[in-house]
């Protein structure tokens, strides 16, 4: 069984509206699959929240599939504003599976939306050194947090690498062009 895996992309702590820009692993079958097209499809509404929790307390899981569940109920509960929760479920995950990246790439998100920058960076480090499956969307977070601490190279860096990684992808682009490159 894989279980599709969501990472949240924020943008100066306000969620990004296009939930299809969302990391993924594929889940064949459970409550657990239904749970992850859902998160995928950009649906983070109350049955969605079942779906997953129902996944988390009744599916026969293996252990990277229950962590990635987790992560799953996670962005469900960053999407509709349960920060605590969200939190909680990343915690879980973490202590289920401490390698999964995007654990901590969307525990980033969350500290994105609490305002807590350097703690932010601090988790899309961490998971970028995993290898995220979408490792563009943690560094576009990460350079919108540290543009947040001023650390406009390091921004300008990180927006420019999520650009690199995925040439199509518009938002890294629209957010450099806000930047005034000075060559010295």
Request: proline letters at 4%.
């Amino acid at each position: 069984m894989r279980i599709a895996l969501t990472v949240v992309m924020t943008l100066l702590g306000v969620l990004a509206p296009n939930p299809g820009q969302a990391q993924t692993l594929i889940v064949s079958d459970g409550h657990a699959a239904d749970c992850s097209r859902l998160v995928l499809k950009g649906r983070f509404d109350q049955a969605t929240l079942d779906l997953c929790t129902q996944a988390i307390e009744n599916d026969p899981l293996r252990r990277q599939d229950a962590a990635r569940t987790y992560v799953n109920r996670g962005v469900v509960h960053l999407r509709r504003g349960s920060l605590d929760k969200s939190a909680n479920d990343l915690d879980v995950a973490e202590r289920l599976m401490p390698d999964l990246a995007e654990t901590y790439v969307n525990r980033g998100a969350v500290l994105m939306k609490q305002g807590r920058w350097t703690e932010a960076i601090a988790q899309f480090d961490h998971g970028i050194g995993l290898k995220p499956e979408e490792v563009e969307k943690a560094y576009f977070n990460r350079g919108m947090a540290r543009e947040q601490v001023d650390d406009l190279n390091g921004a300008y860096a990180d927006l420019k690498m999520a650009a690199t990684l995925k040439p199509d992808w518009q938002a890294p682009k629209a957010e450099m062009e806000r930047y005034t490159v000075v060559r010295r």
